[in-house]
């Protein structure tokens, strides 16, 4: 049982962004008390059922944001099969720390998520972490070939929140036809990894001025564009649900704006490093800047802000892709594609976009917990009385150096390796169950 006294509450679900105290009993919220009125001793002892405030935990959260769990529809966590690069159990400990309490894990495993046992596998080992929710993602077609579609009602009926084959495009458009009628019989959204690899080729950064300028082969950023328009149609004929992963192209944000003018039901996220860093940042010596799609050029990123903030982007979601230091310390051309992001994401849009007055607060919990929640049909995302306890203590003033001996994560290919960040979670509850504190996993007794 916990009493939460004087935190800032950022609460979009409920157009609440106030001073607050909130009462958690057995994993939920009991009682949510806004604005300066404090809850009484009484009122607190009888909402929780107890007869003495010895038996509450309190939390003085003075000068502290509360937020409800981030939920992150993008993560690779790697299990089975890549257990070197991270493995369930460590990126759900990167999730926690990083304010998320909540994470859809992607397909592309070795074997990749294609049949009810391996959703039932993904599930179970989130659960025996014990720390933030894992949510699988279940494979669109058998072993990723992008030809024959899985059992998705079976794999749903396994705890499957999606389906992707994310990691590569579908190059078929009819085998995405026929993935988004079927995935109408689960009323789950399929979420595309937009990629024509006809014109990505074997391009390594954004083509444009700067890859010219290094010398690296350039991945035009049609390759994104023109399938962000295809499944935008495909889903209009449909009547499917299509989600568009890593959106990182101005014309992709203009057709996902058109597509939803026209009633079509598509959603999509942005990464953080798609917000931040672009083209220009690119070093050849520093692989952590190799990202698929890759890094923008300065005025998509402009466009990518302007469309999460008029509402056309959905919601932020980090793309964590961890891979080893030896993979990652090949030559540019020939490391892998991939950003660590959990522990770093937040912190580093705080500091470079709500700091900056680009993005308020309110609406980055909006865009990072309750739109995600709602397109996934997830709990949480909101902390209304009756809610599960899934929960943020954010402290805007706390100031750390991102080191590869502080991430949880097993790997280290973060941009943001050895940068000073300020804003980050310090408390993190998943279902009542305090899971992170102080920036340290609170480890199982
Ligand atoms: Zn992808």
Redesign the pocket.
Known sequence: MLWLKNVHLVDPGQGISDKASLLIKDGKVAKLCRGEKQLTEEEVLMTLGVSELKDVKQVDGEGKFLFPGLVDA?VHFREPGQEDKEDINSGSRAAVRGGFTSVLAMANTQPVIDTRALVEFVRLQGERAGLARVYPVAAVTKGFQGRELTEMVDLQKGGAVAFSD??LGIQSAETMRLALEYAKLTGCPLIS?CEDTSLAGQGVMRKGEASARLGLKGIPASAESVMVARDALLAGETGGKIHI??VSTKESVWVIRAAKKLGIDISAEVNPHHLLLTDEDVQLTNSSYKV?PPLPSREDQEVLLEGLLDGTLDMLAT?HAPHTWEEKMRPFAEAPFGINGLETALAALWQELVLKDKIKPEKLIELWSLNPAKRFALQGGTLKAGSPADMVLFDPEWQERVTAESLESKAQNTPFLEKELQGFPIMVWVGGKLVMKNRKIVEKQ
Request: net charge negative; proline share 0%; hydrophobic share 10%.
């Open positions: 993008h994310d990691g990894h992963a890593h698929n793309d």
